[in-house]
């Protein structure tokens, strides 16, 4: 992900129109994350590390609040930025050879695009401490077993084919919904207000279906 990458990725979600469904995927490998020594020279050269950091936060922010399901379809390494890219997604699944890692504390950093933040509601705190504070990677089969993927195929022809799978399932759903569902999950408000929140938009979905 070099600095060009950032303009690029939200000029995608801009466009997306009327798209039912977004996964997301890479082509040698998900992502060896943020291209480090393409990104510190402009820093060091702009002196404004919020100026170059926060447009980061928000295109993950954004690709987070889209109302549509999205799936991080992984395979190969998903290394750093990689890996908040995913948890900035609805749903991951992932090939057998696929590895995760958030190394940012070996380079004397830390992670900063939202993967403290998203992380522990996917995984629980203390796993997300392990890969944050370790910085060492875990294989497909503990991702499975840790809850950040949902299925682990045998390999990445197999895996597109099940997310497109998946993507068709989802695309056949009443959009209304899925934003809907979304947007409950993402406020994940305390139990009163949940159900509450939830109820009013049912309330509301019928009204309107009911003219």
């Given at each position: 992900?070099p600095?060009?990458?950032?303009?690029?990725?939200?000029?995608?979600?801009?466009?997306?129109?009327?798209a039912?469904?977004?996964?997301?995927?890479?082509q040698e490998?998900?992502?060896?994350?943020?291209?480090?020594?393409?990104?510190?020279?402009?820093?060091?050269?702009?002196?404004?590390?919020?100026?170059?950091?926060?447009?980061?936060?928000e295109?993950?922010?954004?690709?987070?609040?889209l109302?549509?399901?999205?799936?991080?379809?992984?395979?190969g390494?998903?290394?750093?930025?990689?890996?908040?890219?995913?948890?900035?997604?609805d749903?991951?699944?992932?090939?057998?050879?696929?590895?995760?890692?958030l190394?940012?504390?070996r380079?004397?950093?830390?992670?900063?695009?939202?993967?403290?933040?998203?992380?522990?509601?996917?995984?629980?705190?203390?796993?997300?401490?392990?890969?944050?504070?370790?910085?060492?990677?875990?294989?497909?089969?503990?991702?499975?077993?840790?809850?950040?993927?949902?299925?682990?195929?045998?390999?990445?022809?197999?895996?597109?084919?099940s997310?497109?799978?998946?993507?068709?399932?989802?695309?056949?759903l009443?959009?209304?919904?899925?934003?809907?569902?979304?947007?409950?999950l993402?406020d994940?408000?305390?139990?009163?207000?949940?159900l509450?929140?939830?109820?009013?938009?049912?309330?509301?979905?019928?009204?309107?279906?009911?003219?």
């Amino acid at each position: 992900m070099p600095p060009a990458f950032w303009p690029e990725f939200t000029e995608a979600l801009d466009g997306l129109g009327e798209a039912r469904v977004l996964i997301v995927r890479g082509q040698e490998l998900f992502s060896a994350g943020l291209d480090v020594p393409a990104t510190l020279p402009v820093i060091a050269q702009t002196g404004d590390f919020w100026g170059l950091v926060r447009p980061m936060q928000e295109a993950f922010t954004s690709l987070a609040e889209l109302d549509i399901p999205t799936i991080a379809a992984i395979h190969g390494h998903c290394i750093g930025a990689g890996l908040e890219l995913a948890a900035a997604c609805d749903l991951r699944l992932c090939s057998a050879e696929a590895q995760f890692s958030l190394p940012e504390v070996r380079l004397g950093l830390v992670a900063d695009l939202g993967g403290l933040q998203r992380l522990p509601g996917l995984i629980g705190r203390g796993r997300t401490a392990h890969l944050a504070l370790t910085g060492a990677p875990i294989d497909a089969q503990t991702a499975e077993r840790w809850g950040l993927v949902t299925g682990v195929l045998d390999t990445p022809e197999t895996l597109w084919a099940s997310v497109d799978v998946l993507a068709g399932q989802l695309a056949d759903l009443n959009p209304q919904a899925l934003a809907g569902t979304k947007q409950v999950l993402r406020d994940a408000r305390p139990l009163e207000e949940g159900l509450r929140q939830a109820g009013e938009f049912n309330a509301a979905a019928l009204r309107k279906d009911q003219g």
